[in-house]
């Protein structure tokens, strides 16, 4: 399925395998001035490609490698002669695909590998210029892209929602928040996820600020009780009971032991919690 709703001079294009009403597997990519930011996944590709037949598009930009970001990139290249643009770390990664779990194969589907180029510092459009953020912590070739003059912050996969109880094992929850605090200070006036029926954010700086304190406020839980010798599935358990229902979907993908373990990993800046929202 696949559904357009317009905000300001923004197309947000939600697009599923699934009718409508199951929204834990939208995705949803942004059209803006003939930029498209992400193209989704593999099972909706040719939607998207016909769905863009009569409007204008030059460039699509990948947040980043995952799956559900990059799987049109081929097919609009070839349909439209656009050019595909990542953070340089993204590059080997959206060319050659990682194996997908089963789940992701059922509702993503294989992306065909595609030839990206390092985005730079900044995307320009006729009407519009777009300043790119890394933002490492979902994964590390993270971006989000910026629209200053409006306030737009398209945020790919980096707000979830404002309390997450589950993580990719790649994710790491202090990196999360750093990005979150650098996009928050930009002072976006509207802000466009792409995940799982994830709504357009106006007005987002107290959203974020909201799960920038609720992610410390976690994080400082979880230290605390790793401080005191319990093991990560303690702590989930402590923390979040039993397991959420989607791990054993997603073969421990996404997990609230994982969401624990990120919040673990070496080299975290622990001064992120000092520092302050
Ligand atoms: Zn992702």
Sequence with gaps: MLAATEHEQVTQIRMSRYPEAQPGTRVSVYLVDGLLIDSGQAHTAEELTDFLKD???????????????????????ERYGVELLAHPLAINRINQPATLYPYQEEVW??????????????????????????????????????????????????????????????????QIIASLKKVKDLMPRALFPAPRGAKVVTDPVPVLEK?????????????????????????????FGDEAPLAEFTQQQFSSENLVKSYLKTGKPRDVITTGA
């Design 109 to 174: 589907g294989y992306p065909i590998p595609s030839q990206v180029k390092d985005i730079g510092d900044s995307v320009t459009t006729p009407h519009f210029h777009f300043e790119v953020i890394h933002t490492p912590g979902h994964c590390d070739d993270h971006i989000c892209l910026f629209e200053r003059k409006h306030g737009w912050l398209f945020s790919g996969d980096l707000f979830v929602g404002t309390r997450p109880n589950v993580a990719r094992p790649e994710e790491n929850q202090w």
């Design 55 to 77: 409007r204008e598009i030059r460039t699509v930009v990948n947040t980043h490698y995952h799956e559900d970001h990059i799987s049109a990139n081929v097919l609009l290249k």
């Design 211 to 239: 799960t920038i304190r609720h992610l410390e406020d976690l994080g400082r839980r979880v230290t605390g009780l790793n401080d005191k010798g319990l093991s990560p599935v303690e702590i989930r358990q402590k923390i």
